[in-house]
């Protein structure tokens, strides 16, 4: 009886133990966070500052550098071309030229809705100081803009951009 009750025992023990490893095994492979890996959604201030990283871009004054912060897929409406651009060439075209009036943008007004864990908009008003590269001649222009955010494997890239002269008030 003794040693059955001590083989018993050691059975159990060794349930016990292989249990535990199981357990301990789950939890190092789903990592700390066992109850939900939802993606968070970024903050506002978040996708408002995905501007300063553009505005960096254009600082840089390599077009290829602000056409990496779009989507291969993205759309631009921009300012001062008729042209929708819809393929990484034609962003580089339309930057290639934009850049060489140096712009420097500044946010007027700045409205941002988070959509869910990966995909936001900011629309709002902003102003670019643009220099004649002929003459040095700064100018001031307001425009409307419209940023589409993605994040697409774990960047922040823009989608659909539009961006249009800010009209006279009537």
Same mark, same amino acid.
């Given at each position: 009886?003794?040693?059955?009750?001590?083989?018993?025992?050691?059975?159990?023990?060794?349930?016990?133990?292989?249990?535990?490893?199981?357990?301990?095994?789950?939890?190092?492979?789903?990592?700390?966070?066992?109850?939900?890996?939802?993606?968070?959604?970024?903050?506002?201030?978040?996708?408002?500052?995905?501007?300063?990283?553009?505005?960096?871009?254009?600082?840089?004054?390599?077009? &290829?550098?602000?056409?990496?912060? =779009?989507?291969?897929?993205?759309?631009?409406?921009?300012?001062?071309?008729?042209?929708?651009?819809?393929?990484?060439?034609?962003?580089?075209?339309?930057?290639?030229?934009?850049?060489?009036?140096?712009?420097?943008?500044?946010?007027?007004?700045?409205?941002?809705?988070?959509?869910?864990?990966?995909?936001?908009?900011?629309?709002?008003?902003?102003?670019?100081?643009?220099?004649?590269?002929?003459?040095?001649?700064?100018? &001031?222009?307001?425009?409307?803009?419209?940023?589409? =955010?993605?994040?697409?494997?774990?960047?922040?890239?823009?989608?659909?951009?539009?961006?249009?002269?800010?009209?006279?008030?009537?």
């Amino acid at each position: 009886m003794k040693r059955q009750t001590r083989t018993r025992a050691a059975i159990a023990t060794a349930a016990a133990l292989v249990a535990a490893g199981t357990v301990t095994v789950g939890v190092s492979a789903a990592g700390p966070e066992s109850k939900s890996t939802k993606p968070t959604k970024p903050t506002k201030a978040q996708i408002a500052a995905l501007f300063d990283g553009w505005n960096a871009a254009l600082a840089s004054g390599d077009a &290829e550098t602000v056409a990496d912060r =779009y989507a291969s897929d993205a759309v631009l409406l921009p300012t001062v071309s008729p042209e929708i651009r819809t393929t990484r060439a034609g962003i580089v075209d339309y930057f290639e030229h934009f850049l060489q009036n140096k712009p420097q943008g500044k946010k007027i007004r700045t409205v941002v809705n988070v959509l869910d864990s990966n995909s936001a908009i900011d629309a709002g008003l902003y102003e670019f100081t643009l220099t004649d590269p002929g003459t040095g001649e700064k100018r &001031e222009v307001e425009a409307r803009y419209t940023y589409e =955010y993605e994040k697409r494997g774990g960047k922040w890239l823009i989608v659909n951009h539009h961006s249009s002269v800010l009209p006279a008030a009537g």
